[in-house]
């Protein structure tokens, strides 16, 4: 088996690249950042440095590849995506030109990178949310840019598979956390950028911590290695269609803070800013579709998890102290 992971040099992507290596896959990577600069480099895999916006990169990484991961995208943090819509949306280049390319390489199946940011507005409009069901996409209410791209992107496989017999298969990811995540720059999500700011804290002395909202804003989290193991079950599933990949355990931001604290063995004076990037109210992952057609749940909890990730962020950003 030949597997193309693209945007194999990200953090999803990398942690990816890894697993398949190690079940004896012969893995190709691609990714528009230089090499040196990737999240993980495994000397394994054949490392290709391209843009995949362009036709012809994606048709030089497809060449002799059995089965595609399409993780590529421009993306980050909730400040990120809705400070760069155009060019959250620009990413529609990679899908549309992988898919194109697949095809003709006569790739074997093809795996799409969605979000839950597709999902109504509408449902995401209390902090107790019930969960998103795969159905409640339609009437279309997607996050701006970033979540509009994702939701088109998702319907190109699909008509794809009808269309040209290319197998696709669609997980829409749910806040994927953990080591070797970006935890610094404006891409980083909630749980890395909080961990970053309470090992700040700690470290420099000064007690208190910045957070985005009022804190009772929902999301639910979900590790990266649970985040690994369930899209290769997708990818192998016998049936196509979008399936929620995420945690179910709802969270709000003050909770995650509290988690983060409690690894920390500290506790720190919130403030908090109203004015910041906030996105949806209430958001979490109905997981009853993936459980009933594959026996996918979540193996690690949030505190086992957030333990990990900030142990990692921790050792990064103490040689700077």
């Known amino acids: 088996m030949k597997i193309l992971v693209a945007g194999g040099g990200g953090f999803i992507g990398g942690h990816l690249v890894k697993y398949y290596l190690e079940q004896g896959a012969e893995v190709v990577v691609a990714d528009v950042k230089a090499v040196d600069a990737w999240h993980q480099r495994h000397e394994a895999a054949e490392n290709l440095c391209l843009d995949l916006r362009d036709l012809a ?11 595609v991961f399409n993780l590529a995208c421009d993306m980050g943090g909730m400040g990120f995506i809705e400070g760069n819509k155009a060019l959250c949306m620009l990413s529609v280049l990679i ?16 795996f799409f990178a969605s979000t839950a940011c597709v999902y109504r507005a509408d449902k995401q409009a209390e902090p107790g949310n019930p969960g998103l069901k795969e159905t409640d996409v339609y009437p279309a209410m997607p996050e701006d840019g970033y979540g509009w791209e994702k939701l088109f992107s998702e319907r190109m496989c ?9 197998e696709t298969r669609i997980a829409r990811f749910h806040n994927v956390y953990g080591p070797q995540g970006t ?5 980083e999500k909630a749980p890395a950028a909080i961990c970053r700011k309470v090992i700040h804290a700690k470290l420099s002395g000064e007690h208190e911590i910045e957070i985005w909202g009022d804190g009772e804003q929902t999301r639910s989290f979900m590790f990266i290695e649970d985040g690994v193991f369930g899209s290769d079950l997708i990818m192998n599933a016998s049936e196509g269609g979008a399936l929620n990949l995420g945690s179910d355990q709802l969270v709000s931001i003050n909770q995650l803070v509290d988690a983060v604290e409690a ?25 009853s579709l993936i459980e009933s057609r594959l026996g996918w749940s979540p193996a690690i909890d949030l505190e086992a998890g957030i333990e990990k990730t900030y ?5 990064q950003m103490k040689a700077g102290y």
């Open 183 to 187: 935890w610094d720059g404006g891409r």
């Open 57 to 67: 990169a994606c048709q030089r990484a497809c060449v002799g590849v059995d089965r």
């Open 263 to 287: 690894v920390a063995g500290v506790r720190l004076e919130r403030r908090y800013r109203l004015d910041a990037p906030l996105g949806v109210r209430g958001r979490s992952s109905d997981n």
């Open 158 to 166: 699909r008509h794809f598979d009808e269309d040209f017999g290319l």
């Open 95 to 110: 899908n549309t030109h992988l898919l194109k390319a697949s095809v003709e390489a006569k790739v074997q199946r093809y």
């Open 311 to 315: 142990r990692w962020i921790y050792q």
